[in-house]
């Protein structure tokens, strides 16, 4: 990955952002060009391709992910570029990002993670990013999509050998999409490829009709339009071979390598000792081989310039000289900035901060507390995504009896759970009008409901001559740029009665409001049943009752959160509010809501050096398989799966009401497993709960971002 003449020509990347998120730029004619943030997790299979994922909110705090990814077709020049490049944004960032190699079709979990809607691999390369909308609305094309968590849709060729009874499948003719569902496909694809279709012809601005058709379906006119696309001999072939759960946890001999190129050739020195953290020197580079299951190279802070900007190439040397596929994944990490996925790869990792376990108590119980970590822990200075300085107009309909009624303006940023909104933002780009059509959908609004917003953005957009940027939101998963335009002033109710709110006058019940961010563009404020066990340590909280208001504060709230929160309070009521601190309590308030209760009063996975994650496990294939779920959501718990919960210090095994027998009587089972896999040497006695849908304790909801009484993925 030499600085050639080939790479001279490329520009330097016109913007390099401070901000949390995903950026994209693509590989075009050798050079970086930003990705519309309407196109991300679209990929052309021509192309190269660079990803940033910012992971905290706070710029003094950031943590970041590079990934460069290559298509099956990319060539070698673009593939070697994009490389070159990485390393490039790297130093712009400080050096201290995690560099990764993502090839089609074998991208690593977090990648896959970014983009909750699932990829889409698309033919051809840059060139056909230029050709004209109507002609590729009216090509024929046949998606494939396949994945259990997170969907992968790859254009297949038009014949019947493509299809297969496993999968589920999207036929474009034209005005018209048909999904076809193979017979053993799983519900996820089946539900996801209905989306997609919207989505596809959202995409294009088509008003078309979507078809839905089983295998073993005899509707003549679907029957007709396949054939036409596919050939009149209908074959389709069994169950493809390969499997939904894309990731297996094995059980491994690691191996440990110093690299140096100090005689002119790299050389690969395999050590002797067992892997732990005292293998590793500040003044080299190692590879860490974990064969079939990815390579990490590891950059000391003290290795000289050119082993630290030549990691990279380390790693797919290493893989070309013990022959391993060339799809396999690798990962530059810094010294001083590695990831759990990496430490968690030695027995034991020494961290510079002490970690305490979580307890949990009863309210009144008083907790050894050492006040100064508010202090020490700076937020920063934060620049989130947007177009603009957040300061547009916005225009704000809520969705009632399918007719969309305006909201007034006194009542912007009040959205209620039981709805659906559509918020249209204008700002000024180049002296020219730009739209933003944000159709937010409540956690609790209906499917029909949310299917009619959809129809109404659509026309909306067409109204304003096809031009707005369409981006679908829904509550727990709002963008930054979304979060920002209200500058922490989104609050989020219980219920759909918005035409009577906010007459909170003569309560005959309270209402608690939880408050939550990093910073004040981030933040919202989130109603949750109004009991004390919905408090948490780590955040502030708002309670409305009769005849007090209350501002609750945390013992680990940050200081961002209690201010926001005393802004907040007289957006719910006009009372005077009345400021109380954890442990502070006066009987009154505990009465509000019902007694006292336990609540999360651990210190959240922010305030420790690992972080939570989240498997979809299943023993399907006759053996223990796993699926890591990043960026996880409380929408991740499916009612038909088993999932691991790993807080590290606790495992959790959650049991959905509608998981197959076999898998509920292994859970445990299955549990221990997966300790005994993990590279890391976990504790065996680590404390194991087996937890069931419905019946979630507090320490295991604490670990989700946000969590709501019956709002799981139903089949």
């Avoid at 089609?104 to 970014?114: A, K, M, P």
């Amino acid at each position: 990955l030499k600085a050639n003449n080939r790479f001279a020509v490329m520009v330097d990347f016109s913007y390099v952002p401070c901000k949390p998120g995903l950026t994209i730029w693509r590989l075009e004619q050798m050079k970086v060009v930003l990705v519309n943030e309407n196109e991300y997790g679209k990929f052309f299979e021509g192309d190269s391709y660079i990803v940033l994922f910012g992971s905290k909110p706070d710029e003094a705090d950031m943590k970041w992910w590079i990934h460069f990814w290559l298509g099956s077709k990319t060539s070698q020049d673009e593939a070697g570029a994009a490389a070159f490049k990485s390393v490039e944004l790297d130093e712009k960032l400080g050096g201290n990002a995690v560099q990764n190699r993502e090839v089609q079709g074998h991208e690593c979990r977090r990648f896959l993670g970014y983009f909750r809607e699932g990829i889409t691999y698309k033919c051809g390369g840059t060139d056909s990013i230029w050709k004209n909308i109507d002609s590729t609305a009216m090509k024929i094309r046949l998606l494939r999509l396949k994945g259990r968590h997170r969907i992968r849709m790859t254009e297949m060729p038009l014949t019947w050998d493509s299809l297969n009874s496993g999968d589920v499948f999207i036929l474009q003719n034209g005005l018209t999409t048909i999904v076809w569902n193979g017979k053993t496909s799983n519900r996820r694809e089946k539900i996801h490829a209905i989306n997609a279709a919207k989505s596809l012809q959202r995409d294009m601005h088509l008003d078309g009709r979507i078809l839905i058709a089983d295998e073993d379906d005899e509707n003549k006119e679907i029957n007709g339009i396949l054939k036409m696309a596919l050939g009149h001999e209908k074959h389709v072939n069994d169950s493809c071979p390969e499997s939904d759960e894309q990731f297996e946890r094995t059980q491994q001999i690691l191996k440990i390598y110093r690299i140096s190129d100090s005689s002119g050739t790299m050389l690969a020195t395999e050590l002797t000792c067992s892997l732990s953290q005292s293998c590793l020197s500040s003044g080299d580079c190692y590879v860490i081989d974990k064969g079939a299951g990815g390579i990490y190279v590891w950059k000391g802070k003290e290795a000289n310039k050119n082993e630290k900007c030549m990691a990279m190439k380390y790693g797919i040397s290493f893989i070309q000289m013990k022959k391993y596929p060339t799809e396999t994944h690798i990962m530059v990490v810094k010294e001083g900035s590695e990831p759990t996925q990496f430490k968690m790869l030695f027995p034991e990792w020494l961290t510079q901060m002490q970690v305490e376990t979580e307890h949990f108590r009863d309210a009144h119980v008083q907790p050894k507390f050492d006040g100064s970590i508010l202090h020490n822990k700076s937020l920063g200075r934060t620049r989130s995504f947007m177009p603009d300085n957040c300061k547009g107009k916005i225009d704000i309909w809520v969705l009632e009896n399918s007719k969309l009624i305006p909201v007034e303006e006194n009542r912007h940023g009040h959205f209620f759970a039981g709805s659906c909104y559509l918020v249209n933002y204008t700002y000024k780009r180049s002296n020219k009008d730009n739209f933003l059509l944000y159709y937010w959908n409540g956690l609790d609004s209906t499917k029909n409901e949310q299917m009619t917003i959809a129809s109404l953005a659509n026309k909306f957009d067409n109204s304003l001559g096809g031009v707005a940027t369409q981006i679908r939101l829904t509550q727990g998963k709002e963008s930054e740029h979304f979060l920002s335009i209200f500058q922490g002033n989104l609050i989020i109710h219980l219920g759909k009665n918005h035409n009577n709110f906010p007459n909170f006058s003569n309560l005959d019940k309270s209402y608690l409001y939880r408050v939550r961010g990093k910073n004040k563009a981030l933040t919202k404020t989130v109603e949750v049943n109004a009991t004390a066990a919905r408090l948490n340590s780590n955040d502030s909280f708002v309670l409305n009752s009769d005849p007090a208001l209350y501002v609750w504060h945390g013992l680990f709230c940050s200081c961002n959160e209690k201010e926001m929160a005393k802004d907040i309070a007289p957006k719910i009521s006009a009372r005077e509010p009345i400021t109380i601190l954890e442990e502070q309590e006066p009987a009154e308030f505990w009465s509000y809501l019902g007694g006292k209760a336990k609540y999360f009063s651990g210190r959240s996975a922010e305030l420790t050096d690992y972080e939570p994650r989240l498997f979809h496990l299943s023993n399907s294939s006759g053996r223990f398989t796993s699926e890591e779920i990043c960026n996880f959501t409380q929408s991740d718990l499916y009612e038909d799966d088993v999932m691991l919960l790993d807080g590290f210090y606790e495992i959790f095994i959650w049991i959905g009401a509608k998981a197959n027998d076999a898998e509920k009587s292994n859970a445990k089972e299955i549990a221990i497993q997966y300790l005994e896999a993990d590279p890391s040497g976990r504790d065996a006695s680590t404390t194991i709960y087996e937890v069931k849908q419905g019946y979630e304790p507090i320490n295991f909801t604490g670990l989700f971002p946000d969590w709501g009484k019956d709002r799981f993925c139903e089949t």
